[in-house]
C-alpha cells in the first residue's frame, strides 16, 4: 500500500496529518498556542464530547444514529440543578448525581426501544427527541436559571485532582472502557456485525434488538456522565445548555471515518476527530480572527465533514474498482 | 437404522399460500442429499425450517433422534446443523476471523473477553482444511466470491457441523471454482458430514449426491436414487411435464440479415485484447469462457459503461466513440446488467414503472409522463413477453422469479434496439423460467434482433446460440457454428492451455 491509498484508507493517519498541520501552524503564528496552559484547556474542552462520541459511536457502528444528545444534556443538567442544587429542592449530590445517570440511560433505552420494538427509523425518532427533550427543558425550568450546585461538585468539576478536572479523568475511563468493549468483547464484535448485514445478523442468531437497545442505552448513560462531570463548571445551568453538541458529536463521529450505514469504524478516529474539531476555536483565537471566530469554527467544522465523506466515497469507489479488477 | 434427519408432516404458509405442505423426508447420516425443485418450490422454507429461522405451523423435525427446537437458530446450530446460502451471507466489513467466529465466540478464562488466539488458530486450521490461502484479516468485502463461500464453509466447520446445507453453491462461481468446491464437498462426507446440496444445476447433482429429494408446489413429489435416475427423469419430477425445448438444440429459422453490431480489435489491456465480433439481425451469438475471462468487460465497454484503448465499436454501421450510454442507446444498442437485482429492477415499484423506466423520455408530453402512452406501452410489453403479473400496478417484487427476469428484459426491450446484450440472463433461474426467457429470446431474434449471451451455463449458451465464441484470458480463443458445438469443444477453447515450452 502506498503512502496516499494509506492515507486514503486509514482515517487516522490523515487526521494525524492535519492536526499536526494545523498545531504546526498556528504555533508558528503564535507560540502561546502550545503553552502547557492552552493545552490542558483544550484537553478539558474535549472531555465530554469524547464521553458521549464514544456512545454514538457504538450507535452508528449498528447501522443507527443519534441525534438527540444535545438536549438530553440540557434536560438532565436541569433536572439535576433540580435536584441537588441549594436553591431547589437540596438532594443529596450522592443521590442527585447517580439519578441523573440513571435517567439519561433510561431515556436512551427508551430511544432504542422506539428505534427497535416501534420499529421508527431512529433517525425520526432522535429528530423528535431533539425538539421534544429541550421543550421539556425550558418547560421544566420556567424560563429561570439554575445556580446554587453544591461547592464540592463546583471544585471537583473545574479544578479536579492531580491537576485535571474529573470530566477529563472520566473521559479517560470511558475511552478505555468503549476501547475494551470494541476490540476485547463479542457484545462490540455484534454491534459490528449487525450493522455490516442486518440480515447475515440474524441469520446467525444474534439479537438485534438487545444489540441496539444496548448502544443507545449506553449513549444515554454517557450523556448523563457527560452532564455530571462537565455541565456544574459553569456558573450557572440555562435552558440553551447543549445546543448544537449533538451536530459537533456526529461530525466527530462521522469525520472519525465511521462509516454512517454501519459496520466500520475505529474509536482511534473518533478520538482524533473529537480533538481536531475541538481545536478549530482556540486556533482560531490564536490567528486573531476576532469577532467572527464563532462563525468560521462551524463552516470549518462543517468543511470536514464534506471532506470525510468525500474521502470515503473515494475509497469505496477505489475497492469497487480493485474487486472489478479481480 | 433411523435416519439422521428426519423432518415429518412439515407445514409453512405466507399470507395463505402454501411454502411447505406436509412434508416428510429423511436423510441418512454421510449421505449427499440434493433437494431440488422450481423457484417457489419450496426449498428455500424448508431450510429455513431446518436452521430455526422460520418456525413451521406444523410438523417436527430430528436430528440423531433427538427432537429440534422449531424457530430456534442457536439450538440448530448447536444440534450441528449449518448453511450456506447462495449469495454468501457474510458480514461484508468484517474480516474473515470475525466472520467465522461472530454469535459463538470463544472467550479467555474469565469469560469477559474474546479469545482471539485460539480463533486465529482455529481459522487457520479450517482453511487450510479447505485448501485455502488468503489473508483472513481483510474485510470479506475484498474477497472473490469462492473466498467468501469458503469463509462461510470455514465457520461451518469451526461449529462442529454435522449437518452442512448448501444452498445454490455455485451460482456465482466459475466452472473451475465450482469443481473445487465439489471436491471439498465430497471431502466433507467422507470425513462423515450429511450434507443437503441445493441446486439447479442438475449436472452436479448428478456427479455429486447419492439421492436426491424433488419438491413442487411445497410438496415432496419424491425421493430417488441418484443412480436410478437420468436428467429428463428429474426435470420432469420437478416440472411435472417435459421439457423439449431444453434439450432441443435450436435450429436457426432463416439466414441472417445485414450486420448490426461490428466490433474490431477493442482492446482495453490487461482486461480483454483485439476483440473482433459481427453480429448480424436475426442472430443470436453465444460469448463463452470462464469467469474472469473478460466478456462482461466486453460487453460493459461496447455499451459505452467502460473505456477502452484501442478498437471500434460500429452499431448499425454507426461509429459509436465510446464512453457513452447514451449514444451506445441511440444508436439501438441495449445491454441487460449481470447483477439485475441490484441494477436491472426497482423492486418495490410497479411492473408498469420498472418496464417504463428506460423510455420515460420518449413518453413525455410537454415535460410531463403521459399516463396513457405509458399504459399502452407496458401492456403491449406485457402480452409480448407473457408477463404474468396481476396488474401492471402490482410491485416487481410480488412477481415470481421468471417473471421478474423478463421484466428486466422487457425494459430493454421497450427502448426497440436492434442489438441487445445479455449478460447472464437466467443466472439463478429455475428451469421452466429459464425456458420462458430462451423461447423469448428466439421470439426476439426471428423478428430481427442481433443478440449477444453472455453465460457461464453451458447448457443454455450450447443451446440457444446460432454461433459461439469462446473466451480465454481476455482474447477470442476460437469461434464454433450453433449445431457443431459441444460442450468438450468449449471447454477446450475456455480452458486456459499448457504453457508451451519454449525450444
Redesign the interface.
Known sequence: MNFMSRLLRQREYGLTAVILIIGASVAFIDTGFLAAGNLKDLIIRCAPTAIVACGVMLVVLTGEIDISVGSLMALLAALMGMMISETRMEISMWLGLPATLLLGTLVGAFTGALVTLGKVPSIIVTLGLLTALRGLTTLIMGGNNIDGLPDGLGQMTKYGVLGMPISVWTAIAVIIVTGVIITKTALGRRLFAVGSSRYSAKMVGLNETRLKLFAFAYTGFLTGLATVVDVPRLPKIEAGIGIGFELLVITCVVVGGVSISGGRGKLRGVLLAVLLMTMIRPALTFMDVGESGEKWTRAIQGMFILLAVITDSIVQRRRKRRLHDL | MPPFIRVSGLSKSYGGVHALKRVCMDIAKGEIHALCGENGAGKSTLIKSL???VIPEEGTISIDGKPLPPGN??AS?AAGIA?I?QES??????NTL?NI?????P?TAGG???DKARMRGEATKMLKRLGQNFDIDC?V??L?VAQRQMVAMARALSQKCEFLILDEPTASLSAKETDSLLAIVRQLRNEGVTILYVSHRLEEIFEIADRVTVLRDGERVDTQSVANLNRSALIFLMVGRELEELTQRHEHAGEPGEVRLEVLGLTNPGVFENIDLRIQAGEIVGLAGLV?AGRSEIARAIFGLDRYSKGKVKVNGQMLTGGSVKQAMSAGLSLVPEDRQHEGLILPMSVGANLSMAVLGKLTNRGLVDPRLERDLVEKLMSDLLIKAASQEFPAETLSGGNQQKLVIGKWIAAKPQVLILDEPTRGVDIAAKAQVHRLIRNLASKGLATLIISSDMNEVLSISDRIIVMREGRISGEIRGREATRELVLDLALPQEKEVLA
Open positions: 436452521t430455526g429461522v437458530v442457536q446450530e448453511v446460502h451471507t457474510a458480514f461484508p466489513s468484517l470475525d467466529f461472530v454469535g459463538r465466540e472467550f469477559l473477553f474474546l474485510p468485502i475484498e472473490s474472469g
